[in-house]
């Protein structure tokens, strides 16, 4: 192992972190906006005490989101200083965008939601924590927009090899980046809807309190909805790996040689024949190029090399992802048919929502080693490879203790998400305070 192996750690490590935080921030934000929306509305106080409740949920989960997400610019340095000056003029602007609009806007903005209670007018209240969800949804396109130039460069020239910057409409209208950016919008909302489940779950096995059902209800339409955005995602996204990374599809299928009518792999000895080939192309009978095939053109193109990802953890990623994803929205939609005409939730369907929490989390980090490893041994597809970007003065010592320290500070920081959100949790959502009553003056001094 040399300090290549042990950087990628390190980089995957920090960004699973990282990424437990991300989707959550993304939809819970949302979720609670509805919630106040539907207080503003409707003046029902069980509305005020769920905003307030899964708001403080949302407010513990962002600022985790916020640490961990430092350490991954530094990264870039310490680690990856070629990639870093090779991309640098590309990914200026994306991240720029992100940092000075989009996470301003949302940090700003949850900042005046957090203290304007009782101090702001009620429209503008509600108002902010709009425009802090909006924000983080903001900040997700910019980052995917460039995360997708990495698997499909477009808009750019390179000059004293060096990636310039030529067109940034085309970068943020990536063709890669419009499929990917509500395929992973699409999965935040199903990890939400998820937790939002599990915790509405845990309470109605304690109390019949029908808020908990009204809200349960509510992440359940979500999930379901955003399941039907990431299935329709996902085809959009089958057929431009198919164009753009034929290598990232073969190996998550498997498929060793170009084959007509490629059939899909449910597992290791059980295949569909034809709907790889359909999912690819929409023809049952197009040919999908194999990984053994694809790696002697590549040859030919680049130069020797190996240029197949790890096609076990690919293979196996595609279908965890697919899996309990696929869970988690039969779940939703299972839950919705129970429920249908206010019919009370069973206590089995009660108990099953618990399960909503872990599952969406291990699809979305199963699809983020699917995106991130399919693409090896390529940081930007076509352009330069890992073994390329990585610091030239780093020692496998160094990165040793940096990872050792970084993995450390990770797992205290996800110990103390975890024992916040379940105190916070357990503690449940307590009856709002009540506004202070006008002060009245004794008679005596009226006058």
Avoid at 122 to 132: M, P, S, T
Avoid at 203 to 225: D, H
Avoid at 345 to 357: H, I, T
Wanted: hydrophobic share 50%; proline share 6%; glycine share 10%.
């Amino acid at each position: 192992m040399d300090a290549l192996d042990l950087a990628r750690w390190q980089f995957g490590v920090t960004t699973v972190y990282h990424f437990l935080f991300v989707p959550l921030t993304i939809g819970l934000g949302i979720f609670v906006a509805g919630l106040q929306t539907a207080w503003h509305r409707t003046g029902k106080e069980h509305y005020l005490r769920l905003t307030k409740f899964f708001g403080k949920l949302f407010l513990i989960n962002f600022a985790m989101g916020v640490v961990t997400g430092i350490v991954q610019e530094f990264q870039f340095g310490m680690n990856w200083s070629e990639y870093s000056t090779f991309v640098g003029d590309v990914f200026g602007a994306p991240l720029a965008m992100e940092a000075l609009l989009a996470f301003f806007m949302e940090s700003t903005f949850l900042g005046l939601w957090i203290f304007g209670w009782e101090r702001l007018p009620k429209r503008v209240h509600l108002a902010c924590i709009w425009a802090a969800a909006i924000g983080s949804n903001l900040s997700a396109y910019f980052i995917l927009a460039a995360n997708a130039w990495m698997k499909h460069p477009v808009g750019y020239e390179v000059v004293d090899g060096k990636a310039r910057m030529t067109d940034l409409w085309a970068v943020l209208t990536n063709s890669t980046a419009l499929a990917q950016v509500p395929h992973v919008i699409g999965a935040a909302f199903i990890v939400a809807g998820g937790f939002v489940l599990a915790v509405c779950g845990y309470w109605m096995l304690r109390t019949r309190a029908p808020m908990w059902r009204g809200a349960a209800r509510a992440a359940l339409v979500m999930t379901a909805i955003a399941g039907a955005v990431v299935a329709g995602t996902g085809d959009s996204s089958a057929r431009l790996m198919y164009e753009q990374q034929p290598m990232k599809l073969a190996a998550a299928e498997g498929l060793e040689h170009d084959t007509a009518s490629a059939p899909f792999s449910v597992a290791p000895g059980i295949e569909i024949p034809g709907v790889l080939s359909f999912l690819s192309t929409h023809d049952p009978k197009a040919v999908v190029q194999g990984t053994e095939d694809l790696q002697r053109r590549f040859e030919r193109r680049f130069g020797p090399g190996d240029y197949r990802p790890d096609q076990p953890v690919v293979f196996w990623s595609f279908r965890v992802m697919i899996g309990f994803g696929l869970a988690t929205v039969g779940l939703s939609v299972l839950g919705l048919w129970l429920t249908r005409r206010r019919r009370p939730f069973p206590e089995p369907l009660s108990r099953a929502l618990l399960l909503a929490l872990p599952l969406p989390l291990l699809a979305v980090i199963a699809g983020w080693l699917l995106s991130e490893i399919g693409r090896q041994p390529w940081t930007v597809a076509g352009e330069l490879l890992t073994a390329s970007s990585v610091s030239p003065g780093v020692s496998l010592a160094e990165v040793a203790t940096s990872l050792t320290v970084f993995t450390l500070l990770y797992g205290g920081l996800a110990v103390a998400e975890a024992v916040l959100l379940t105190r916070h949790v357990r503690k449940g959502a307590e009856e709002p305070e009540p506004a202070p009553e006008p002060e009245r003056l004794e008679p005596s001094l009226m006058y």
